[in-house]
């Protein structure tokens, strides 16, 4: 099981936006700083699995990212926000499927959310797992779904693998490694 939390801020100038994020931070997490990313990385208590406001740390920074995930429930929490406004909020949990979706679509979510690959294989499963009757609608609503590239709140399509979500997010964003522990 894995369980954590953090947050990722942009920093512009390291000798003067470290020491302000570290203030800003105080003692409600573990600030680190790899010196190579563009973005900080503060660890946070991943008790609560709430969407996060980051409005004052964009505000301060101009960006800040949140995640949190859960792998046994495969809970993810996503939260991007520039310049005091929420960009983007997304929350996924495993058979509930997308429970909050806010603001519109990042470059990220297309390549790793409604690949080729994920819609065959649910497609695959589709013929396994439902009626012939039912067949031909739940294909239609999938290949719909995936020709807009969309998430819906409400939906469970697409699925998600919290490890690979995260890592889209990394490698979009260029986000440092989450120290571990």
């Given at each position: 099981?894995?369980?954590?939390?953090?947050?990722?801020?942009?920093?512009?100038?390291?000798?003067?936006?470290?020491?302000?994020?570290?203030?800003?931070?105080?003692?409600?997490?573990?600030?680190?700083?790899?010196?190579?990313?563009?973005?900080?990385?503060?660890?946070?208590?991943?008790?609560?699995?709430?969407?996060?406001?980051?409005?004052?740390?964009?505000?301060?920074?101009?960006?800040?990212?949140?995640?949190?995930?859960?792998?046994?429930?495969?809970?993810?929490?996503?939260?991007?926000?520039?310049?005091?406004?929420?960009v983007r909020g997304l929350?996924?949990?495993?058979?509930?499927?997308?429970?909050?979706?806010?603001?519109?679509?990042?470059?990220?979510?297309?390549?790793?959310?409604?690949?080729?690959?994920?819609?065959?294989?649910?497609?695959?499963?589709?013929?396994?797992?439902?009626?012939?009757?039912?067949?031909?609608?739940?294909?239609?609503?999938?290949?719909?779904?995936?020709?807009?590239?969309?998430?819906?709140?409400?939906?469970?399509?697409?699925?998600?693998?919290?490890?690979?979500?995260?890592?889209?997010?990394?490698?979009?964003?260029?986000?440092?490694?989450?120290?571990?522990?």
């Amino acid at each position: 099981m894995s369980t954590w939390a953090a947050r990722y801020v942009r920093l512009q100038d390291r000798t003067t936006d470290l020491p302000k994020l570290r203030k800003a931070v105080g003692t409600g997490g573990m600030l680190v700083d790899d010196g190579k990313a563009p973005f900080a990385v503060v660890l946070i208590d991943a008790r609560r699995f709430e969407p996060e406001d980051l409005t004052a740390l964009s505000t301060e920074f101009g960006e800040a990212l949140a995640i949190a995930v859960e792998t046994i429930a495969d809970v993810v929490i996503y939260d991007h926000f520039v310049a005091g406004k929420r960009v983007r909020g997304l929350s996924y949990a495993g058979e509930a499927g997308w429970s909050r979706v806010v603001g519109d679509a990042e470059a990220w979510e297309t390549p790793a959310l409604f690949s080729a690959a994920k819609l065959e294989e649910l497609l695959l499963e589709l013929e396994e797992d439902i009626t012939e009757d039912a067949l031909a609608q739940e294909k239609a609503d999938l290949e719909k779904l995936w020709s807009t590239g969309r998430l819906v709140e409400g939906h469970v399509h697409p699925p998600v693998d919290p490890a690979a979500l995260v890592r889209a997010i990394e490698k979009h964003f260029k986000l440092p490694a989450r120290p571990k522990g």
